[in-house]
């Protein structure tokens, strides 16, 4: 088992910057590739940003490109989402989750980004 916590949330204006925190215990979080998603009020959870635990290689919803950053520290067992230019559809909850395989199968409790106008 791998247990998932997210910080970091909270209200910004338009354009600011967060950073959001995922920190695991359990099981060697190394191993797990980690996963952001998203989910804004009356809508579908997105997925938003990957890292890989083989290779630390990065994948980005379209989206978010250019101006989110995924990073992992192994480690202190955390991955980090470095969001800057926010904008009001950045509003949703935001959830890490993690994957030996193919399939998410632990996630946090998620943690709310509200980007004011």
């Known amino acids: 088992q791998v247990q998932l916590v997210e910080s970091g949330g909270g209200l910004v204006q338009a354009g600011g910057s967060l950073r959001l925190s995922c920190a695991a215990s359990?099981?060697?979080?190394?191993?797990?590739?980690v996963g952001w998603f998203r989910q804004a009020p009356g809508k579908e959870r997105e997925f938003v940003a990957r890292?890989?635990?083989?290779?630390?290689?990065?994948g980005y919803a379209d989206s978010v490109k250019g101006r989110f950053t995924i990073s992992r520290d192994n480690a202190k067992n955390t991955v980090y989402l470095q969001m800057n230019s926010l904008r009001p559809e950045d509003t949703a909850v935001y959830y890490c989750?993690?994957?030996?395989?193919?399939?998410?199968?632990?996630w946090g409790q998620g943690t709310q980004v509200t980007v004011s106008s």
């Open positions: 989750a993690a994957k030996a395989l193919t399939t998410y199968d632990f």
């Open positions: 890292i890989r635990w083989s290779d630390s290689s990065t």
């Open positions: 359990g099981r060697t979080f190394s191993r797990y590739t």
